[in-house]
């Protein structure tokens, strides 16, 4: 049944004239005299008596113009439904994040959030390799990861991370000696199947500074690694990052040298069509641009 004969029914129903309901809808009279005889023929029954001063409904056309309307309604809806779902502003967007994205992540999806308040976000704690087999997959929309990447994924960077030791308060830090003041304490790390990039980053600046150590203790998760830190149980080196986390207990300390630092981004698989997505990168691009 076409939805236009529903909404020529429903307006000769509200004007009672096939004068004035046709001029509403930018028809002729004929022409929705057609439709009303379509409808009633698929119907089966007459919906309206027509009279000296106009139409009236019905028996049968008094009981179905409700549900005409709120098939009117519905259709009418989901028009405006299929339209905002197709351009972007309506529907789901899933985002994975890490160590190095915990201040940034937060803040660009907050801010697309008040222009977009129909759009769903779900926010997940991924590690940056489940990531991208993520991306590649089409279970995450956009990943806010360490870049660059070595698969086929398009990227912007927003943001930069450096390495850092996380040590508690009470031990005192001459910059100067770091390494001399740590060679007594506990080495503590996140696992590297919980951080592999985390653990590449720091082996490629242990090799740089010849430092070999010893890991003491693993935690698979960055508060517990903290926790530990604050119970004064060893030190670690982490994301400076990670500070937003910290407890009153810790300090954090710059490592000397390079190989220290490495850019943030987001990261999507251009290849899969995605305009909610799409919306994401360029409100984030915006966003660059003012700041």
């Known amino acids: ?77 989901f028009k405006v439904l299929s339209k905002n779902v197709s351009s972007g502003k309506c529907g789901q967007l899933k985002v994975g994040y890490g160590i190095s994205s915990y201040q940034i992540a937060p803040k660009y999806i907050y801010s697309f959030k008040k222009n977009y308040p129909d759009i769903h976000v779900t926010l997940d704690d991924i590690p940056s390799y489940k990531q991208v087999n993520m991306l590649l997959e089409g279970r995450i929309q956009i990943s806010f ?18 390495l850092a030791i996380a040590i508690h308060n009470s031990i005192i830090i001459d910059d100067h000696h770091i390494f001399d003041i740590i060679k007594d304490l506990d080495y503590m790390r996140l696992t590297e199947e919980r951080g592999p990039g985390l653990a590449i980053q720091i082996k490629k600046y242990l090799d740089e500074v010849n430092l070999n150590l010893y890991v003491v203790r693993e935690a698979k998760d960055i508060l517990t690694l903290l926790s530990m830190v604050a ?26 040298y390079f190989n220290t630092k490495w850019d943030v981004g987001i990261i999507w698989n251009k290849s899969i069509n995605d305009p909610i997505r799409d919306n994401f990168i360029e409100h984030i691009k915006e966003e660059l641009c003012n700041n």
Do not use: W
């Open 1 to 77: 049944m076409d939805i236009d004969l529903i909404k020529a029914f429903c307006k000769l129903a509200e004007k009672g004239h096939y004068g004035l309901a046709s001029q509403v809808l930018f028809i002729s009279q004929s022409a929705l005299t057609k439709k009303i005889q379509r409808l009633e023929k698929d119907i089966g029954c007459k919906l309206f008596e027509r009279g000296i001063r106009g139409t009236r409904l019905t028996k049968a056309g008094t009981i179905l113009l409700p549900e005409a309307k709120r098939l009117e309604n519905n259709f009418d809806t």
């Open 145 to 162: 990861n360490r870049i660059p990447i070595s698969h086929s994924l398009v990227s912007i960077p927003i943001g930069t991370d450096r």
């Open 231 to 256: 119970a004064n149980m060893g030190y670690t080196i982490i994301p400076l990052s990670a500070k937003l986390l910290t407890l009153d207990q810790i300090q954090y300390i710059d490592l000397p």
